[in-house]
C-alpha cells in the first residue's frame, strides 16, 4: 500500500486545515487508517484513528472537539479536518494504514503502512 498525503500548510491559530491522505495499491476498504504527528526534538504521537468500517473512530484527547477524521472509501483517501488549531498542532503529520488490533489502534507498532509526512505549522 502507498500513501500519499497533502494539505499541510501554514495558518494563524484558530484557523483550519484539512489532511488528505490517498492510497494505492492495496484493498483500501479493509485498512484501519490513522494520523500520527511528530514535532522537531519529539516522538511520533498518535493524533486519530479510524476502523477499516468507519464504525468506530479514535483521537488524543487534545484532538477531541477540534480534530476529525473520516474515509471515503470510494476514493480511497482518508481525511483529518482541523480546526481551532493552536501552536501546539504544529508538527509533521504522517497517515498510516494498517490492521491493528485494538489495543495497538493508537500504537505506531499498529501500522505497517506509512505516507510521506505533510508540515502543519500553526502561528500565534
Known amino acids: 500500500v502507498q500513501l500519499q498525503a497533502s494539505g499541510g500548510g501554514l495558518v494563524q491559530a484558530g484557523g483550519s486545515l484539512r489532511l488528505s491522505c490517498a492510497a494505492s495499491g492495496g484493498t483500501f476498504s479493509s485498512y484501519s487508517m490513522a494520523w500520527f504527528r511528530q514535532a522537531p526534538g519529539k516522538e511520533r504521537d498518535f493524533v486519530a484513528a479510524?476502523?477499516?468500517?468507519?464504525?468506530?473512530?479514535y483521537y488524543v484527547d487534545s484532538a477531541k472537539g477540534r480534530f476529525t477524521i473520516s474515509r471515503d472509501n470510494a476514493v480511497s483517501t482518508v481525511y483529518l479536518q482541523m480546526n481551532s488549531l493552536k501552536p501546539e498542532d504544529t508538527a509533521e503529520y504522517y497517515c498510516?494504514?494498517?490492521?491493528?488490533?485494538?489495543?495497538?489502534?493508537?500504537?505506531?507498532?499498529?501500522?505497517?503502512?506509512w505516507g510521506q509526512g505533510t508540515q502543519v505549522t500553526v502561528s500565534s
Open positions: 479510524i476502523r477499516w468500517g468507519a464504525s468506530s473512530t
Open positions: 498510516a494504514a494498517g490492521r491493528p488490533i485494538i489495543s495497538t489502534i493508537t500504537r505506531s507498532i499498529g501500522y505497517g503502512y
